[in-house]
């Protein structure tokens, strides 16, 4: 039999004289209403497929936002903040002066013996020039002692106190160069790289743990 007929392209499985099909660029079609379904349908796909391609477009950039902005906040909380390196490093340092350097003295300020069954807030790292964030002193050991809660917190840390018993302990000439700001790098001179603020870091958790 020759091929009088022809196959639908819509995919209805209907065939058509060859002489009465309608004929799109888009193929052979049983008749206009088959034709206009499928290009109907057709559109609706590529929309979809457009759709989805559009949002994948979206996905993708809005990861690249939210990576983006991470790094950007990492590099914000590098140093200061609660989160930050510094008090990462400061937690690191007070641990090795109260539990290794500095372990069981007594307050340097009043002379109160520490007790075994003491909590762990009962004494305390105290600095003798006051812990501000960026003080290039705050990790200096020469600045740091033990203090109990009372001496560190309810009196201002007992500064004239404290004074007197450094300058008999390290002399008037160390404690005058401690206390002056000029003699002293800041803390982005001293460690200029993060890493080496974590390098500080694993020294005193490594000395912690000896
Ligand atoms: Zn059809
Ligand atoms: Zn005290």
Not at 18 to 40: L, M
Not at 92 to 105: D, F, W
Not at 189 to 210: A, F, G, H, M, V
């Amino acid at each position: 039999m020759p091929v009088a007929k022809l196959k639908c392209k819509c995919g209805c499985k209907k065939y058509q004289l060859r002489e009465k099909v309608a004929k799109y660029p888009y193929g052979n079609f049983f008749d206009k209403s088959h034709a206009e379904k499928w290009i109907e349908d057709k559109y609706k796909r590529d929309t979809a497929k457009k759709l989805i391609k559009f949002h994948q477009v979206v996905v993708k950039e809005k990861k690249a936002f939210n990576k983006e902005t991470k790094r950007l906040k990492e590099t914000i909380k590098k140093r200061t903040g609660p989160k930050g390196f510094y008090s990462n490093l400061a937690t690191a340092l007070h641990h090795y002066i109260k539990h290794v350097l500095r372990k069981g003295e007594p307050c340097y300020t009043c002379d109160k013996p520490q007790h075994f069954e003491d909590s762990g807030q009962a004494f305390h790292v105290g600095h003798f020039i006051p812990q501000k964030s960026v003080d290039p002193r705050r990790f200096m050991l020469m600045n740091l002692r033990m203090q109990c809660y009372k001496c560190n917190t309810h009196n201002s840390g007992m500064r004239a106190e404290y004074r007197q018993r450094l300058i008999e302990e390290i002399g008037i000439d160390k404690v005058e160069w401690l206390e002056c700001d000029v003699n002293h790098k800041s803390l982005k001179d001293q460690y200029p790289e993060i890493s080496n603020i974590k390098s500080e870091i694993t020294k005193y958790r490594k000395l912690s743990n000896d």
